[in-house]
């Protein structure tokens, strides 16, 4: 089954809408000088806006930019939380698809199943390291207990996104036989499939923070 036109019309407006969104957040902290009391969220917020589209800037205006110290509420927090984990994966999917497509690689002759392979890997490793540069400094840990720190925090963080992220890219890629990177509908896809594991990481997020073992942001 190809992608509707309907969808190919929606493609080409809400995905680049969600460029020039990422876009309007960096030029907001680096231009603007709205920088983040943690230094990670500044790739973050950009990367979490590529995902949600222009929608996300009503969570970054709202709570996104502000500066307030100490307590917050625990939902705000936890999106914060589910962003950082989401901002891993989006980066680590993105090289993966685009490794995939360009290499050919395969798992058991499944282009998806490579895929995966590549964005889970991809998506643990930089999800760690954005889990450490936002443990290790608030809880002045050196790198081997930061790195285990991370590892601690991000792994069922990361978990419950990719079960709704795989979920639709698996979804889409069965509806959808046409899908390609280069291609806005494919991005589109994308920008759902990580909406769902924004959504299914959630909870985890707030169970996590919840517990200290992420740290409040």
């Known amino acids: 089954?190809?992608?509707?036109?309907?969808?190919?019309?929606?493609?080409?407006?809400?995905?680049?809408?969600?460029?020039?969104?990422a876009i309007l957040v960096c030029v907001d902290i680096f231009?603007?000088?709205?920088?983040?009391?943690?230094?990670?969220?500044?790739v973050v917020w950009p990367l979490t806006l590529l995902y949600f589209g222009p929608i996300g800037l009503v969570p970054y205006y709202w709570f996104g930019r502000n500066q307030r110290?100490?307590?917050?509420?625990?939902?705000?927090?936890?999106?914060k939380g589910a962003a950082h984990c989401g901002a891993g994966c989006a980066l680590g999917d993105f090289i993966g698809d685009w490794t995939s497509f360009v290499t050919g690689f395969t798992v058991f002759g499944s282009k998806l199943a490579g895929k995966y392979v590549l964005a889970f890997v991809l998506a643990y490793v930089i999800g760690i390291f954005?889990?450490?540069?936002?443990?290790?400094?608030?809880?002045?840990?050196?790198?081997r207990r930061g790195l285990v720190a991370a590892a601690k925090a991000d792994t069922a963080s990361l978990l419950a996104y990719e079960i709704g992220m795989f979920t639709w890219m698996g979804?889409?890629?069965?509806?959808?036989?046409?899908?390609?990177?280069?291609?806005?509908?494919?991005?589109?896809m994308m920008q759902v499939a990580m909406l769902l594991g924004f959504a299914t990481t959630y909870p985890v997020n707030w169970w996590l923070v919840s517990?200290?073992?992420?740290?409040?942001?």
């Open 31 to 42: 231009v603007l000088g709205r920088r983040q009391h943690m230094a990670v969220m500044e």
């Open 69 to 79: 110290h100490g307590q917050v509420p625990k939902w705000q927090a936890t999106f």
């Open 130 to 143: 954005f889990q450490y540069f936002a443990i290790a400094p608030m809880r002045g840990l050196d790198l």
């Open 171 to 188: 979804v889409s890629a069965y509806l959808f036989t046409d899908l390609a990177p280069t291609r806005w509908s494919y991005w589109l």
């Open 211 to 217: 517990h200290g073992i992420k740290e409040s942001m």
């Open 1 to 21: 089954m190809t992608v509707p036109s309907w969808l190919q019309v929606l493609a080409i407006i809400y995905p680049p809408l969600s460029v020039a969104a």
